[in-house]
């Protein structure tokens, strides 16, 4: 097989110095996804540092709300009773995602950063930016039913197939990360994952050797009305075509603050600013939510197979807003 | 100890199940052979055309690596098989996308699939036939195929007041057994030994054996336990050769596995096919004329045709009928047979057709199918063996809750789902083959033990529980005592357990084995009898310890008069969201009439199996190529959609009892084919029934409903 080099880290620390000091070197977390992209030829490290001995896996309340451990598992962090009880959409995201097993296995830190679902992407006899920048895309011009419709570039075309995400970045959340030089910093979600633009090599922000420590989650006042809405080729185990986070603040029967986040559409979370402003200081209608839904999809630009996508976001949109609203 | 022996047509669980949840069940590759080295097998990255270059320079000096073999240095091995066997590395052509181009053998499997990527292949790229809707422009009708014609189709069809004129399409299927293809490959002198999991162990046997020019009985085919075929593991295909090729290259055994990825351009598919149906009826809802005509591809080096029409000729009382194919040669992969091949895919044509008209002329889809029910087969004037269709519909009907149908769709809900409920009718032939069998009996005083021998196969389905059951009742033995060995080409030639002939030529052969045992002892001694004696009666009044004895068993010489099918009907009743378009089976039934029913337990299995990739054809299966290269986007499970748990709701699965004195001895007629026919066209038409929809193109997922 093809060498690599495999390292333990004891702690954040020289986990971080190990992989910075080696452009080669990626952490592994539950391997869920690194390890099926090595096998595919798709990415192929030098060496491997172990950070599942790392004490970041607690979920704790912090500042009014919650921290979640980069190492926790996708399971554990979705049953949690703070999770369940405050971010219940943060629950039904991840439990929408792959397999009990799979999510057993899975972190938080790995889950945010897991790669396309793009089949070019994955299939290293094809011309893909991503994986080998300046080859060409082969999505584009090709099959790419399952491909972006918002904030796509002429480099890569490739959607962000984390659940977890989706619910993440409606829920206003903050990842920490620590670099070379030992310090933390914080990112907001919204600007942790990257549009392709020309460098559709990157996916996030995060530098070469930095590790994410925690998901902050600021407290919440949607844990009453917010829904996860995944919508894909078979009932489970596979991945959105379209998935909208909704979560709303209700008072006095108006609605007092929106989030709307949409998986399956764009290289990342995609937040629905457009839908949210049309939402706020509106009844909770069905009227309104076609209003929302139409607003979110506007600026959608299709390719050729995935047309579907701006007719099923806008459905999928106010079916999660009347789940989130009780209404059906 | 009569209970004990009446066993057949039991609920009896599967006497092989305990090796298998223990793992002591051995598959192909998991045969522990000693010395062996680990192949891996490299793709062509084009479509049509040849390899101009090969450098392996840098795979050979890879870690591990024992040998590089490409058509520049391998063994020069026979053509043998036109569907099967392209891609032998004996010349530079390239026929399809992911033909093997190169093996690698190493130490390990890691180390020869490392070195597999830094194998450089240079092509000259000649015009490929890729794009399917392309290449129907050119289909042609294919050589083995006339037009099946009753009656004057064209004068009836254009004369008739209610007519449906529709075109359905399937999209590729893979068989994806659970276990993927693989062999080991052990060389003694000229003597080759193949663990290597199959349908057939003949059809292996004889297939290495052409490929390497030996006799067959040179080639040892060791296939006990197979992990699923569904059609694929008909034959040998190239990795089976390869593997043999391989363990001759480097002088040691050798094994082979062909990756999950790799099963998409390795072993056969079943193509895509545009069926145009054509049905008239009069105001009364008896049909008048019916077309059915297939367009569908092959490969550019066999004709293979799925006979989606067949059911067209038979299933239905019409006076004119045109049943056609239309092939066009593409450069994929050789589509082969599949679960139902034919009947499966032409059924959810020709059922969702006759669910169109039913609705046309605004009768109950139930009543307009018993209404046309055929008195013969009318496609060869003979009369049927048996034929349940009436009877799986009533009892289907009654167990689905059909009464609680709408005739008009979008009239029944729950919550945000639209539910429908749909029918269909199906039927596969039963035939039984040729069958030998060598039975050995062993006799300790009053206990007997039987040895039942023959190279049948075991698909996971039940062969070895009901060849035991068949020997224990006719011996008059309990099951205990008789101890099956199959999936070995040294034992006496047995059919495949193909085309749902298996449990027929099987049981018919163990029984003629055992019934001429007793016989045959019996003329040895001069003893009589009041009471039928015992085989160890029989035994000891013939001083015998030991007795063997063998038959070749075949079809009666009357089965041939008359047309023998299990016919089936399939309920469904789907649950579909008005706003996603997502489907859901929530409940499914299936009825099958099918001769006698050897094992209740293993029969449901097999229906239920049948069920689950019928949801999977109508809802989520899908091979889909890209038209520019020819090669498949769907490579891996994540994206080759198999129905998961969820998929599938409650299946009830009900056999209408039949004896059926004419298909063969035991009356059995089969069931692993038409398990699955008429299930896509059910979950289809309940989607009509549900949404007003008519999706006419597989798989129904959401986007299609919107
Ligand atoms: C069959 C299948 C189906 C799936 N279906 C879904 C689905 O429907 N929805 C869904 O959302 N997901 C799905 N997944 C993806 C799954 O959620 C991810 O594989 C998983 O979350 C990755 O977590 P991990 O810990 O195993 O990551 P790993 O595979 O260990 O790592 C993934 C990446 O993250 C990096 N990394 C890990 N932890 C850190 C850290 N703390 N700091 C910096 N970098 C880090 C690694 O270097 C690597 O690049 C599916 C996966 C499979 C295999
Ligand atoms: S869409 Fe992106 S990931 Fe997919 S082939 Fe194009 S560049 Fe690669």
């Given at each position: 097989m093809r060498p690599f080099k495999f390292t333990q880290a004891a702690d954040a620390g020289s986990a971080v110095q190990a992989v910075s000091f080696n452009a080669g070197a990626k952490f592994i977390a539950g391997g869920s996804n690194l390890l099926d992209l090595m096998k595919e030829g798709v990415e192929n490290p030098t060496e491997l540092v172990d950070i599942?001995?790392?004490?970041?896996t607690q979920i704790k309340s912090a500042g009014g709300g919650v921290s979640i451990g980069a190492l926790a598992k996708n399971t554990d962090t979705a049953n949690h009773p703070l999770i369940r009880q405050d971010y219940p959409l943060l629950t039904q995201a991840i439990l929408a995602g792959a397999s009990a097993q799979i999510r057993n296995m899975a972190t938080n830190g790995g889950n945010l950063l897991q790669r396309t679902r793009c089949s070019y992407f994955y299939d290293v006899a094809m011309q893909c930016n991503k994986r080998e920048p300046g080859t060409g895309c082969a999505a584009i011009g090709g099959i790419n039913r399952n491909h972006a419709i918002f904030g796509a570039s002429d480099k890569c075309i490739a959607v962000n197939p984390s659940d977890m995400s989706v619910a993440l970045a409606a829920l206003d959340a903050v990842v920490k990360v620590r670099g070379a030089d030992g310090k933390e910093r914080s990112i907001p979600f919204t600007d942790f994952h990257r549009l392709p633009g020309d460098a559709p090599e990157k996916d996030n922000n995060l530098q070469h050797g930095e590790l994410i420590t925690s998901i902050e989650l600021p407290k919440s006042n949607f844990a009453s009305h917010s829904y996860y809405l995944k919508v894909r080729?078979?009932?489970?185990?596979a991945f959105a075509l379209v998935s909208v986070a909704a979560a709303l603040e209700l008072s006095g029967g108006k609605i007092k603050q929106a989030r709307i986040a949409m998986g399956g559409v764009a290289h990342k979370p995609w937040r629905a600013t457009e839908a949210e402003k049309v939402l706020i200081g509106k009844a909770a209608t069905e009227e309104n939510f076609k209003a929302a839904a139409d607003a979110a999809m506007k600026s959608a630009k299709p390719l050729e197979y995935n047309k579907f996508k701006i007719e099923l976001g806008k459905r999928a949109i106010v079916l999660a807003l009347r789940r989130a609203t009780g209404k059906a | 100890m009569a209970s004990d022996t009446k066993v057949i047509g039991e609920a009896i669980s599967r006497i092989d199940g305990l090796l298998k949840v223990t793992g002591a069940a051995n598959y192909g590759m998991d045969w522990p052979i000693r010395n062996v080295a680990y192949a891996f097998i490299v793709k062509s990255t084009i479509a049509a055309g040849t390899i101009t270059d090969i450098d392996t320079a840098a795979a050979e000096k890879s870690p591990g690596v024992i040998a590089v073999i490409t058509h520049k240095n391998a063994t020069k091995v026979v053509a043998y098989d036109p569907m099967r066997g392209i891609g032998i590395l004996q010349d530079n052509k390239i026929n399809f996308y992911g033909q093997n181009v190169a093996v690698l053998v190493a130490e390990t499997f890691e180390q020869a699939r490392a070195a597999a990527r830094s194998i450089k292949v240079s092509y000259q790229n000649a015009?490929?036939?890729?794009?399917f809707e392309k290449c129907v422009a050119e289909a042609v009708r294919p050589a083995n195929r006339n037009d099946a014609v009753r009656g004057d189709f064209d004068a009836a069809f254009n004369a008739a007041e209610h007519k449906v004129d529709a075109t359905y399409s399937t999209p590729i299927e893979h068989h994806h057994p659970m276990e993927p293809h693989s062999a080991i490959a052990v060389w003694e002198g000229d003597n080759l030994t193949l663990y290597s999991a199959t349908q057939v162990v003949g059809g292996v046997q004889r297939g290495v054996a052409t490929a390497f020019g030996l006799k067959p009985e040179q080639v040892h085919i060791i296939s006990p336990h197979v992990g699923g075929g569904f059609g694929s593991k008909g034959g040998a295909w190239t990795n089976v050769i390869l593997a043999a090729m391989a363990a001759k290259v480097v002088n040691r055994p050798v094994k082979l596995a062909v990756t999950r990825q790799n099963m998409f351009n390795s072993v056969g598919l079943r193509q895509q096919n545009r069926q145009h149906l054509r049905v008239a009826a009069t105001?009364?809802?008896?049909?008048?004329a019916l077309g059915h005509d297939t367009t569908q591809f092959t490969t550019t080096t066999n004709e293979f045709a799925e006979s989606c029409g067949i059911l067209a000729t038979m299933m239905y009382e019409v006076p004119n009928s045109r049943v056609g194919y239309k092939s066009a040669a593409m450069n994929v992969i050789a589509p082969t047979f599949q679960r139902g091949p034919g009947e499966s895919t032409g059924s959810f044509a020709l059922e969702s057709a006759i669910d169109e008209m039913a609705y046309a002329l605004k009768m109950d889809p139930v009543e307009f199918r018993i209404k046309n029910e055929p008195p013969k087969d009318l496609s060869n004037n003979k009369p049927w063996s048996s034929r349940a269709t009436v009877e799986c519909l009533k009892r289907g009907a009654e167990m689905i809750g059909w009464k609680n149908r709408k005739p008009e769709p979008r009239q029944n809900r729950n919550g945000d789902n639209l539910v429908g409920y749909g029918v269909a009718s199906g039927s596969y032939p039963s035939r039984q083959s040729p069958t030998s069998t060598l039975l050995k009996l062993a006799r300790k005083g009053d206990d007997v033990t039987a040895s039942v021998e023959l190279a049948a196969s075991d698909i996971g389905t039940g062969a070895h529980t009901i060849i035991a059951q068949t020997a224990a009742e006719t011996l008059g033995l309990p099951m205990s005592k008789v101890a099956v060995k199959i999936g070995d080409s040294a034992l006496p030639p047995a059919a495949g357990s193909v085309g749902s002939i298996g449990a027929a030529s099987f049981c018919n052969s163990v029984a003629d084995a055992c019934n001429q045992a007793k016989t045959e002892l019996q003329a040895k001694t001069d003893r009589k009898w009041l009471i039928a004696p015992t085989v160890a009666q029989l035994m000891d009044a013939a001083s015998l310890n030991e007795y063997q004895t063998r038959v070749d068993a075949k079809a009666p010489a009357d089965a041939a008069k008359y047309s023998s099918h299990a016919f089936n009907a399939n309920f469904s009743e789907v649950w579909v969201n008005e706003l996603t378009g997502m489907v859901r089976v929530h409940r499914h039934v299936a009825v099958t009439g099918?001769?006698?029913?050897?094992n209740a337990k293993t029969a449901r299995s097999q229906v239920i199996g049948g069920c689950v990739w019928g949801i999977g054809m109508a809802l989520t299966e899908e091979s889909i190529m890209d038209p520019r290269w020819g090669n498949f986007i769907t490579r891996s499970f994540a994206d080759y959609h198999i129905p998961a748990n969820l998929d599938v709701g409650t299946i009830d699965v009900a056999f209408i009892p039949e004896e059926d004195q004419f298909v063969n001895k035991l009356g059995i007629k089969g069931i692993g084919e038409v398990g699955i026919v008429g299930v896509a066209a059910a979950i289809a038409n309940a989607v009509f029934n549900a949404t007003g929809k008519r999706v006419r193109d597989l798989p129904i997922t959401p986007d299609k409903l919107l």
């Open positions: 599942t001995r790392l004490n970041l080729d078979r009932a489970s185990y | 015009d490929s036939k890729t794009d105001a009364e809802g008896k049909l008048s099918a001769g006698r029913i050897m």
